[in-house]
């Protein structure tokens, strides 16, 4: 087997290996891995057939593994296990003293045995959201997506402008900003996707309300919208906001660490992961 860095022309290929599996991969997700680093996503073919993919994306203080998908016909022959073994020693030589996934419930011995611990549950909600007006939010401006960097980057620990700022480009009309006396305590990043909207990353510097602002004013009043979110169960606030909300709790997943774990993230301030596959 044969394992090298995802390209553009491949991304076909992620895409439909992500529907196989159910999940709610764009072709923009896998566009801006390549884009990120040539090496943020692998290939692994044997005799020339695209057979599995991973992600692994360095955030310099810590990595991210995701999208780890085996064709049905090559499952069961190791080779998950050597895609995990590539995606890992890139991002271990590549700086960070740890990395973090988040793991499907039947595989999570496989993790296990490659060295990983179970951190905490991931956990997923999806339902009908009917929008309201608020007087605290709005789209983002030009002027003001540096100051979401700064917010983003001193909760989540490391920086992913990178996809922030695609993610803002892209789906501006569903990119909003909470204020409080003109400063951003707030946003939330939601991308279309068939069928529903995917939230995340949702971060708040005080609490749910805050949040909840953002997530009803995603599009114009009196609209209902189709909502899938992930959030670590660390964060009560949140959880008790989406069941408030009316939405349903689905299969959750584990979210892994191996290495060192480093200084202590405030999750109680994500109120959304951006992804299953990045954190």
């Not at 090298?4 to 992500?18: E, I, Q, T």
């Not at 022959?77 to 700086?95: D, F, N, P, R, V």
């Not at 949140?238 to 774990?261: D, F, H, V, W």
Request: proline content about 3%; aromatic content about 8%.
């Amino acid at each position: 087997m044969k394992i090298r860095p995802m390209k553009k022309g491949d991304v076909s290929f992620a895409v439909g290996l992500a529907t196989s599996e159910s999940w709610s991969n764009t072709p923009t997700d896998f566009e801006t891995l390549v884009e990120y680093r040539p090496t943020a996503a692998f290939v692994a073919e044997k005799n020339g057939e695209r057979i599995g993919m991973i992600s692994a994306v360095s955030y310099g203080s810590f990595g991210f593994i995701g999208n780890l998908i085996v064709k049905t016909e090559y499952r069961c022959q190791g080779m998950g296990t050597q895609l995990m073994l590539h995606a890992i020693a890139h991002l271990e030589q590549s700086g960070n003293e740890r990395i973090l996934l988040d793991a499907v419930q039947e595989y999570q011995s496989l993790y296990e045995n490659l060295g990983f611990t179970r951190f905490c549950e991931s956990l997923r909600f999806r339902g009908n959201i009917t929008c309201e007006e608020r007087e605290n939010t709005k789209l983002i401006q030009a002027g003001e997506v540096e100051h979401l960097m700064s917010l983003d980057r001193s909760t989540f620990g490391a920086d992913r402008d990178h996809f922030l700022r695609n993610a803002i480009q892209l789906h501006h009309a569903t990119c909003r900003v909470a204020v409080d006396g003109g400063e951003i305590i707030g946003y939330c990043l939601a991308t279309p996707i068939p069928n529903w909207l995917r939230i995340g990353p949702l971060i708040v510097r005080d609490d749910a309300e805050t949040a909840e602002d953002l997530i009803v004013t995603l599009h114009e009043p009196g609209r209902t919208m189709a909502v899938i979110v992930g959030v670590l169960e660390q964060n009560a606030e949140a959880i008790n906001l989406y069941r408030r909300l009316g939405l349903q709790e689905t299969a959750p997943s584990i979210r892994m660490i191996r290495g060192k774990e480093g200084s202590r993230r405030d999750y109680t301030q994500e109120f959304a992961i951006g992804s299953p596959a990045k954190g």
